[in-house]
Nanobody, 124 residues
Framework: QVQLVESGGGLVQAGGSLRLSCAASGRTFSTFGMGWFRQAPGKEREFVASISRSSTSVYYVDSAKGRFTITRDNAKNTVYLQMNSLKPEDTAKYYC?????????????????WGQGTQVTVSS
C-alpha cells in the first residue's frame, strides 16, 4: 500500500505560480512512477504530468508544457508540480497518483494509488 497526501493548492491570480507537493508513505516510493492529474467541475479527470522512478522520463499534457515542471525527491518521498504562468483554465482539483512499474505514463488506468487531491483556483 502507498498513501499519498497532496498539499500546496490555493487561490492565485492569473500569471501566478504554485508548487504542489505529494508526500508518499508506505511502500518504497523510489520504485513508483508518479503522476499528476486534475479534474475541473463537470469535466473528466485528465493527465497533467508524470515522472519515472529515476526521473529519467517525464511527460506533460500539451497545455502544461513550458509552464509546469514535475520533479521528485526520492530521499524525501515527495513528488512536486511547479506551476507557473497559471491560467483560469488550470482551475481544478489536482491529484497525485502512483503506479508500481516505475514508468512515467499518462494512462490513468495504470495508476493504482491516488491521493485525495488539492484544490487550485486561478482567478482572472
Amino acid at each position: 500500500q502507498v498513501q499519498l497526501v497532496e498539499s500546496g493548492g490555493g487561490l492565485v491570480q492569473a500569471g501566478g505560480s504554485l508548487r504542489l507537493s505529494c508526500a508518499a508513505s508506505g511502500r518504497t516510493f523510489s520504485t513508483f512512477g508518479m503522476g499528476w492529474f486534475r479534474q475541473a467541475p463537470g469535466k473528466e479527470r485528465e493527465f497533467v504530468a508524470s515522472i519515472s522512478r529515476s526521473s529519467t522520463s517525464v511527460y506533460y499534457v500539451d497545455s502544461a508544457k513550458g509552464r509546469f515542471t514535475i520533479t521528485r525527491d526520492n530521499a524525501k518521498n515527495t513528488v512536486y508540480l511547479q506551476m507557473n504562468s497559471l491560467k483560469p483554465e488550470d482551475t481544478a482539483k489536482y491529484y497525485c497518483a502512483a503506479e508500481s512499474t516505475g514508468r512515467a505514463t499518462g494512462r490513468m488506468t495504470a495508476y493504482e494509488y491516488w491521493g485525495q487531491g488539492t484544490q487550485v483556483t486561478v482567478s482572472s
